[in-house]
C-alpha cells in the first residue's frame, strides 16, 4: 500500500511590537517573572482591552506579503477556557472575521520545481502566560510577562505533502516575517511556534484521513523530525488495519517522538462569541495602501531582481536572498566591491562555510561587508591575487577588520613589479633545465610546474596574469 | 440640609452656611444612625471622606470649587476603588482591595466629590431586588420590610434616606432605573458609551452602564457633567466631545411629543399604576407635550433575549473569578481542578451560577444559533423598534416598574417572577438608549416612577423634561420617615 501523507500548519508568530495587544506593557522577553504585566494583563476586575493598532499594521502587511484578501472589517471573540496562565479565563482572538484572509506562499521543492501553499487565513489573538512547574514545592508558579503579547495565527490549507515540505514552507514563511520585520522569527525564545496537522490517506485517494495535531514544535529540524516520526507512526497503525484517533500530540525532542496529550485538552469547547468590550475593526483601501506603500521588497522579488540585475543563477540569488540580513549583506558588499559574481560566490561559499562552522547567523558574522567588498575590491584591482585573499579572509574571521593594514603588515602585497617578476622567471628556468627542454620539446603541460615554482619563490605574491605571460614569453624565447 | 439636592448643597456651601467637612460629618452621623437597619452602605470610608472634605473646603477657601467641590456621595460597590474594598455584593470578591480607581471614581474624585463609602448591590449586580447581595438585603427606607429594588438598591436606599446626597449606580437591565422607582428618587441610565466602564467591574459588557441616582434630575445632570465622556481605556465609550447637561434644563416642553407605548400600558400595568401616570401625562400636557400612542411590538421579547445575552457575556465576564491572582480561594484545594470547582462554587452565590450556567449553555457548541444567534437577531428587531417610534416622537414615557417596591422575600423563590421585574426597562439596555426613571407619584405610601426613553444621545432632553416636570410636582421632594 502507497500511502500519501497530507500536512497543514498552524504557526504563531509573536508579532515585535513594544507594548502588548490589548495593554501598554513591554513584550520584551527575558524580564523578571510578573514584572511585564499590568492590571488588564492580571485580569483584574473592571480592566477593559484597547486595540494597539501597530499589531494591525503588522497583520496587513503579513496579509499583503502573500498576496492575501485583508479583511475589511475584523471582529474579536472570546474563546473560553480554565486555565491558570490564562488570566481572564478567555483569549482574545479572531474567529470567524479574521484581518487576514486566504492568501498563498511559493516554495521551492528539492527538485528545484515550485509548488504554491495556499494559506487559509492569519487571525490576531494575545498569548498566554506560562505557568512554571519547578521550584515552587509541588505547587505551580505564573508568569504573566508574556501574556497579552499579540501573535499573528497563521493557518496554511493541508497542501503539503511531506516534513521537507512542511519544512520549506516554515522557512519561507520565516524569511517573509523577517523581511517584513514583523517578528524576530526565534523559534528557541517562542517568538515563531509551530503546530502541524498530520495524516495519511491512500494515494489516489480525495478524502482526507483522521489527523492529529503536533504541538510545541519549536525548530525547523524538530518540524521534520516531529512530522516523520509521526508519519511512520500512523504508517505503522494503518498498516496493522488500525485507525488514527484525533487527538493532540506533544513533540518531545529529547525522546525524539510524539505522544498523545491528555484527551481532557480535546474535549475543549470554547464556546467562541464576539468580544463586546472591543468594536470591530474597520479598515478602508487608503489605510491598506498606506501600508502596501511601505512594503520592504520580499524574497520573491529579490531573488528575481538579483537574477536580472546582478547576473546570478537562480541557486545563487535563491540562497542569496533566503533572509533578508543576507541579501542586505550581499548588496553592501556588491556596491562596494562592483563585483556581483566574485560577491555571490564568496558570500554564498567562503562567508556561508565560516558561519556555518561557528553556527553564526549573518547579523552576527565577525566579517563585515565593508571588510568583505574591500578584500573583494583588493583582487580586483590586483593589489592581492585570489588566493591570497583566502588568506587575508581567514585573518578577517580571526577579528582583524581593516584589510589594508592586514596586506600592508603582513606584506601580502601582489608583485607586479614586471622587473621582480622576470628576475623570478629567469631564476626558475635556470635552476630547471630538464624541464625547459621538455617544454621546448612540445610537453605544454610542464607549463603548469613553471609558474608553481614561481608563485613558490614570491610567496604567492606574484601576479598570476604578468608571471603567466613572462613565463610563455622566456620559454618560448 | 441633608434632604437638600446637590445644587443646593452646592449653594450652601458657596455661602458658606456650612463647610464641606461639617456636612460630610453629618452624612456620616445619619449613616451610623440609620445604616444598621437599612444595609445600604456595605463599606464606609469616614476617614477618606473628612480628608477629601477637608481638601475642598481649602480649594473651595483657594477659589477653584466646582459644582461638586465638597459634595457627599456614596459609590455603588460595583466601581473599583483603589485601597478600599470593592465587592461587588459578593462572597467572591469581599477580600478585594481594588489596586486603582474606576475612571467615574477618578472623575468625581477629580471634581471634589467627597466619597462616604461604597453601597450594598445585587451579587455582581444580578437581581432586581438587593437580596442576592453576599452582604444581606438593603431596606427600603419608605418600608423596612421592603425591597429597595436592585441591583443599585444600596445607592438607591441611601439617596432616598439621605445618607449621601448623590450615588453613582450602574444599569444592564435596569439597575438604576427600577430601585430609583421603588426609592422614590431620580434615576438615568445613559446612552451605552456615554460613560467609560473603566473600573466598573463587568456584569455584561454590551449593556453596562454606569449613572447617576439622585435626588432631582438638575442633580443627575451635574453629576452627568462630571462622569459623562470619552475615555481611551474603554473601546466601547463614544468619542465624542463633552456637553453640559444643564444646558437645556429650562427649555420650555413646547412642541415636545412623546410616544405611550402600548405594550406598556396593556394587561400587565395595574389601574392604580395607569392612573398615576395618566397624571403625569397631563402635567406633561399642560407644560406643552403633546401624547400619542407608539408600538414596540417587539418588545415581549426583550426579557428572553436579555436572558440569554447578558448570562452569556457574565459566563466569560466572570471566568476571572478563579480563585488565582484575587478574591476568594477555597482552603487547602488538593488541585487545579478543585482549586477552580470550590473556589467558585463556594464564591459566587446561587443567582450568579444559575446565570453562569444559562451563558454558558447559551454558548455551547450546537446552541450558539438556537439562543446567542437568535437573542441577537431579536436584539436587532428591539433597537429597530425604537428607532421606528423615534421618527415620530421625541421621547417615549411609560411605567419603570409594574408596581411599587413588593417585600423582601417575596419574589425570590422564583426566579422567572424576578426576571419580569424588569420588563420595561430591559429594551433600552438592549437598544443601548438613554432612559431615566423619575418619581411619578404614590401608591400606598410607596413611591412610583415613571420611565422616559429617548433616542442615542438624548440625555440633555430627558433631563430637560424630567427637570420641568419636577419644578411643577413635588414628588422628588417626598422623603421617608426613617
Not at chain 1, 513591554?26 to 514584572?35: E, K, L, Q, V
Not at chain 1, 566591491?337 to 566574485?342: I, V
Not at chain 2, 477657601?61 to 460595583?78: C, E, S, V
Request: negative net charge; aromatic residues 8%; glycine residues 8%.
Amino acid at each position: 500500500m502507497t500511502w500519501e501523507t497530507v500536512i497543514g500548519l498552524e504557526v504563531h508568530v509573536q508579532l515585535a511590537t513594544n507594548s502588548k495587544l490589548f495593554s501598554g506593557s513591554s513584550t520584551h522577553f527575558g524580564a523578571a517573572p510578573n514584572t511585564q504585566a499590568s492590571l488588564y494583563d492580571l485580569a483584574m476586575p473592571g480592566t477593559l482591552p484597547v486595540m494597539n493598532e501597530e499589531v494591525l499594521r503588522m497583520a496587513v502587511s503579513f496579509g499583503l506579503a502573500v498576496d492575501a484578501e485583508i479583511g475589511k472589517r475584523s471582529v474579536f471573540d472570546r474563546k473560553n477556557y480554565f486555565y491558570p496562565d490564562l488570566p481572564k479565563g478567555y483569549q482574545i482572538s479572531q474567529l470567524d472575521f479574521p484581518t487576514v484572509g486566504r492568501g498563498s506562499l511559493k516554495i521551492q521543492l528539492e527538485d528545484g520545481s515550485d509548488k504554491i501553499i495556499a494559506i487559509t487565513r492569519a487571525h490576531i489573538e494575545e498569548d498566554a502566560g506560562k505557568s512554571l512547574h519547578e521550584d515552587f514545592q509541588g505547587m505551580s508558579g505564573i508568569d504573566l510577562n508574556r501574556a497579552g503579547t499579540p501573535l499573528l495565527e497563521i493557518v496554511s490549507d493541508p497542501d503539503l505533502r511531506n516534513a521537507k515540505e512542511a519544512v520549506a514552507y516554515l522557512k519561507k514563511l520565516h524569511s517573509i516575517i523577517l523581511y517584513l520585520g514583523i517578528s524576530d522569527g526565534n523559534m528557541a525564545q517562542g517568538s515563531m511556534r509551530c503546530d502541524a496537522n498530520v495524516s495519511m490517506r491512500k494515494k489516489g485517494d480525495t478524502e482526507f484521513g483522521t489527523r492529529t495535531e503536533i504541538k510545541n514544535v519549536n525548530s525547523f529540524r524538530f518540524v521534520e523530525k516531529a512530522i516523520n516520526y509521526e508519519v511512520q507512526r500512523q504508517i505503522e497503525i494503518l498498516g496493522d488495519g488500525g485507525r488514527i484517533v484525533q487527538e493532540t500530540r506533544l513533540y518531545d525532542s529529547d525522546k525524539d517522538e510524539t505522544r498523545s496529550m491528555r484527551s481532557k485538552e480535546v474535549a475543549n469547547d470554547y464556546r467562541y462569541f464576539p468580544e463586546p468590550d472591543l468594536l470591530p475593526v474597520v479598515i478602508d483601501d487608503a489605510f491598506i495602501d498606506a501600508i502596501r506603500a511601505t512594503l520592504p521588497e520580499l524574497p520573491d522579488a529579490r531573488c528575481q531582481r538579483f537574477i536580472t540585475q546582478y547576473g546570478l543563477s537562480e541557486y545563487d540569488a535563491d540562497v542569496l536572498t533566503s533572509s533578508r540580513d543576507m541579501a542586505e549583506y550581499f548588496e553592501a558588499v556588491v556596491a562596494l566591491c562592483g563585483d556581483a559574481k566574485l560577491s555571490a560566490n564568496w558570500v554564498s561559499a567562503d562567508l556561508l562555510g565560516l558561519l556555518n562552522k561557528q553556527d553564526l547567523n549573518i547579523s552576527a558574522s565577525p566579517i563585515s561587508p565593508q571588510s568583505l567588498g574591500t578584500l573583494i575590491s583588493r583582487i580586483k584591482d590586483n593589489t592581492i591575487s585570489g588566493k591570497i585573499a583566502k588568506t587575508v579572509f581567514e585573518v578577517l574571521s580571526d577579528g582583524e577588520t581593516d584589510v589594508d593594514a592586514i596586506i600592508e603588515a603582513r606584506g601580502l602585497k601582489q608583485v607586479t613589479d614586471t622587473g621582480a617578476i622576470e628576475k623570478l622567471v629567469d631564476d626558475v628556468i635556470a635552476a630547471n633545465p630538464d624541464q625547459v627542454a621538455q617544454y621546448r620539446g612540445g610537453k605544454e603541460a610542464v607549463f603548469g610546474f613553471f609558474v608553481g615554482q614561481a608563485m613558490k619563490l614570491s610567496k604567492g605574491k606574484a601576479n598570476p596574469a604578468q608571471l603567466n605571460e613572462l613565463l610563455r614569453k622566456k620559454l618560448s624565447a | 440640609m441633608l434632604s437638600k439636592t446637590v445644587a443646593e448643597l452646592a449653594t450652601a456651601l458657596a455661602n458658606k452656611d456650612v463647610s464641606s467637612v461639617e456636612l460630610t460629618q453629618a452624612y456620616l452621623d445619619r449613616i451610623a444612625q440609620l445604616n444598621p437597619a437599612l444595609n445600604a452602605y456595605v463599606t464606609l470610608t469616614p476617614e477618606r471622606a473628612l480628608a477629601q472634605a477637608a481638601a475642598a473646603d481649602a480649594a473651595r477657601a483657594a477659589g477653584q470649587a466646582t459644582p461638586l467641590t465638597g459634595i457627599p456621595i456614596a459609590h455603588k460597590d460595583i466601581f473599583c476603588t483603589r485601597d478600599v474594598l470593592t465587592a461587588c455584593g459578593s462572597r467572591m470578591l469581599a477580600n478585594f482591595t481594588s489596586p486603582y480607581d474606576a475612571c467615574v471614581v477618578e472623575r468625581l474624585q477629580a471634581a471634589g466629590a467627597v466619597m462616604l463609602g461604597k453601597t450594598n448591590m445585587d451579587e455582581f449586580a444580578m437581581g432586581s431586588s438587593n437580596e442576592t447581595s453576599h452582604f444581606g438585603p438593603v431596606h427600603n427606607p419608605w418600608d423596612q420590610a421592603r425591597v429597595p429594588g436592585g441591583s443599585s438598591g444600596g445607592s438607591a436606599a441611601a439617596v432616598a434616606a439621605d445618607l449621601c446626597a448623590m450615588a453613582t449606580g450602574t444599569d444592564t437591565g435596569g439597575s438604576i432605573r427600577q430601585p430609583a422607582s421603588f426609592c422614590g428618587i431620580t434615576g438615568l441610565k445613559p446612552t451605552y458609551g456615554r460613560v467609560s466602564r473603566w473600573g466598573m467591574i463587568a456584569f455584561a459588557s454590551s449593556l453596562d452602564q454606569a449613572g447617576p441616582l439622585s435626588k432631582s434630575a438638575e442633580d443627575a445632570a451635574l453629576m452627568m457633567n462630571v462622569i459623562a465622556g470619552a475615555d481611551a481605556r474603554d473601546s466601547t465609550c463614544l468619542d465624542i466631545p463633552a456637553e453640559d447637561f444643564t444646558a437645556q434644563l429650562s427649555k420650555p416642553l413646547t412642541g415636545l411629543r412623546i410616544g405611550l407605548p402600548r405594550e406598556h400600558f396593556s394587561s400587565g400595568l395595574s389601574t392604580s399604576v395607569q392612573e398615576i401616570l395618566q397624571l403625569a401625562i397631563r402635567k406633561l400636557e399642560s407644560l406643552g407635550a403633546t401624547f400619542r400612542d407608539i408600538e414596540l411590538p417587539n418588545n415581549h421579547l426583550s426579557v428572553p433575549a436579555y436572558y440569554v445575552i447578558a448570562p452569556a457575556e457574565a459566563s466569560a465576564n466572570l471566568s476571572r473569578f478563579d480563585g488565582a491572582r484575587f478574591g476568594y480561594r477555597c482552603e487547602n484545594p488538593v488541585n487545579l481542578e478543585d482549586m477552580y470547582k470550590r473556589s467558585r462554587g463556594e464564591g459566587f452565590g446561587d443567582e450568579v451560577k444559575r446565570r453562569i450556567m444559562v451563558g454558558t449553555y447559551a454558548l455551547s457548541a450546537g446552541y450558539y444559533d438556537a439562543y446567542y444567534k437568535k437573542a441577537q437577531k431579536i436584539r436587532r428587531l428591539i433597537k429597530e423598534d425604537f428607532d421606528t417610534a423615534f421618527k415620530d416622537v421625541d421621547l417615549i414615557l411609560g411605567p419603570t416598574s409594574p408596581h411599587t417596591a413588593f417585600k423582601l422575600g417575596e419574589k425570590n423563590s422564583d426566579p422567572v417572577t424576578m426576571y419580569l421585574e424588569d420588563i420595561y426597562t430591559i429594551a433600552v439596555n438592549l437598544a443601548g438608549l438613554p432612559g431615566m426613571s423619575l418619581p411619578a407619584g404614590m401608591l400606598g405610601g410607596l413611591p412610583i416612577g415613571m420611565q422616559l426613553v429617548g433616542p442615542a444621545l438624548s440625555e440633555s432632553r430627558l433631563l430637560n423634561v424630567a427637570h420641568q416636570f419636577q419644578l411643577h410636582t413635588d414628588w422628588h421632594t417626598q422623603r421617608p420617615e426613617v
